[in-house]
């Protein structure tokens, strides 16, 4: 029976090339690989359309010319997207399977139980895939909006606050305190956007709108290189379209069409 194959070589994913030229995803019986994997090392996946889907990460792929690896952010540019979102909890399966092979409680040598958890041999603990909740704000006064280059972005372009949400916290409550830590400013009237799965490594992005409410920009230095108010007629680079951020800078700009 034929199935999708995401197949991870350090890191990098596997496409095959379509005759029109796009890309897709190995459909087949079998692994499209020179070696074999064990059965023990390949996860199943929850399926796709109702195709069974499998992944696993190698060291060697098949050098048949129609396969050829790509990052998984630049994926999201060449696959359709359900193909793409599917390869993002592919690779947070390999990366959670990878760092937890041994307990964290004893010791014990980890074994999967079910297709997303796991059993220590030894205490009987059981784990499941962890999610690093994250929390993201686009803040507009009037027609300007605030724009933060953070210190670990790779490029030039500006994008919005954001930060992880913290124990014991509302998701609310983390915008208004990322908020205030990294830029001073008090905002007010936060409203829900939506969410957005990170697998860079094993991230949930949960988008928000808010309007400022009073206070100087003071950035926290230590987390933003850049930031302050821009015109929506006057924007500098922002973020691509894979990304939530995106998303709400463009939603926030539409509603002025």
Not at 62 to 84: H, V
Request: with cysteine; charged share 25%; aromatic share 10%.
């Amino acid at each position: 029976m034929k199935k999708y194959w995401f197949i991870f070589c350090h890191s990098e994913l596997m496409l095959e090339k379509t005759e029109d030229g796009n890309y897709t995803i190995p459909f087949q019986e079998n692994a499209p690989t020179d070696i074999a994997v064990p059965a023990s090392e390949i996860h199943n996946i929850t399926p796709l359309d109702g195709k069974e889907v499998k992944t696993y990460a190698t060291d060697s792929i098949s050098t048949d010319p129609q396969y050829e690896l790509c990052a998984l952010r630049t994926s999201y540019k060449k696959l359709a997207l359900e193909l793409y979102l599917k390869a993002g909890k592919c690779a947070e399966i390999l990366y959670w399977d990878a760092n937890t092979q041994f307990c964290g409680k004893c010791g014990g040598r980890m074994k999967l139980h079910t297709d997303i958890s796991k059993v220590c041999q030894k205490c009987g603990r059981e784990i499941w895939p962890q999610l690093s909740t994250a929390i993201i704000v686009l803040i507009h006064k009037g027609d300007d909006v605030l724009l933060v280059h953070a210190n670990n972005f790779k490029g030039h372009y500006y994008g919005l606050v954001a930060g992880f949400v913290e124990t014991g916290e509302t998701l609310e409550q983390a915008v208004s305190r990322e908020v205030m830590e990294e830029t001073g400013l008090k905002i007010k009237n936060i409203r829900y956007f939506s969410s957005q799965p990170w697998p860079y490594p094993c991230g949930l992005m949960v988008g928000f709108n808010a309007e400022y409410e009073s206070g100087e920009i003071k950035l926290q230095r230590s987390e933003l290189g850049a930031g302050g108010w821009f015109n929506k007629n006057a924007l500098p680079e922002i973020p691509e379209k894979l990304s939530i951020a995106r998303k709400l800078i463009d939603n926030w700009l539409e509603s002025y069409q």
